[in-house]
């Protein structure tokens, strides 16, 4: 368990609606991250929060939007959805304040079926 | 962030040592070494990291040469549960600011 929870384990949902995948990281942790990994293809990365700001980003579309809370759970939100979107969606948080820190704990995913 | 390179896929079998390497020839000084290893299915989960020389932990050695664009991950003795792909990583550390990128990784197979 590497202490990363991540809701829903499974979604389905028809093109063109709006979801939301909720992320709450290991206790302690301040940045979060968010994957996006097809079929059989690598982990793209999306977008890194760290203590409620927007860090840093990669190829994440417009129409999906992320978002880290006070408490720092965080949330993806994916709108108008496409059968292209179907995927398995991580999470993964790391950075400890005053630690050095070495990796990202990942969560066990979201998988998103768009049908 | 430098470009890493590693076998697409690779078989072995059980009871074999399995060495896995990447090249990473723009690698910058502050760059440290990563690799990580995903089942199907299920987040990718840390192996071992280093920086220069040899690291070893409990379930994986990483081997970096002097220049240091080249690094070789060792699984020793492999068992049917070390079927999974395994990421080479470089880049910083995480940080409050730091993409986490993963290539494209290697499928590696072992057979009974």
């Known amino acids: 368990d590497s202490g990363v929870t991540q809701t829903p384990k499974h979604l389905i949902t028809a093109t063109g609606q709006r979801v939301t995948l909720r992320c709450s990281p290991r206790?302690?942790?301040?940045?979060v991250y968010w994957y996006q990994q097809s079929l059989d293809q690598g982990l793209q990365f999306l977008i890194q929060?760290?203590?409620?700001?927007?860090?840093a980003k990669g190829n994440i579309l417009e129409r999906f939007s992320a978002q880290q809370f006070p408490d720092l759970h965080s949330e993806l939100n994916l709108s108008s959805l496409e059968l292209g979107d179907s995927a398995l969606y991580f999470c993964?948080?790391?950075?400890?304040?005053?630690?050095?820190?070495?990796?990202?704990?990942f969560g066990q995913g979201t998988r998103l079926t768009v049908v | 962030l430098a470009k890493t390179t590693q076998p697409i896929s690779m078989d072995s079998y059980e009871g074999q040592e399995v060495n896995i390497t990447c090249s990473h020839n723009?690698?910058?000084?502050?760059?440290?070494i990563t690799w990580y290893q995903q089942f199907p299915s299920q987040g990718p989960r840390f192996i071992i990291q280093?920086?220069?020389t040899k690291v070893t932990n409990e379930v994986a050695s990483l081997f970096i040469p002097a220049d240091r664009k080249s690094s070789t991950l060792s699984l020793p003795r492999v068992s049917l549960s070390d079927t999974a792909v395994y990421y080479c990583?470089?880049?910083?550390?995480?940080?409050?600011?730091?993409?986490?990128?993963f290539g494209s990784g290697t499928r590696l197979s072992i057979r009974p």
């Open positions: 993964a948080s790391s950075v400890r304040a005053g630690q050095s820190n070495t990796e990202a704990f």
């Open positions: 929060y760290y203590n409620g700001e927007e860090r």
């Open positions: 280093g920086y220069k």
């Open positions: 990583l470089v880049g910083e550390r995480p940080s409050s600011a730091s993409k986490i990128i």
């Open positions: 723009n690698i910058a000084t502050n760059d440290y």
């Open positions: 206790s302690g942790d301040l940045s």
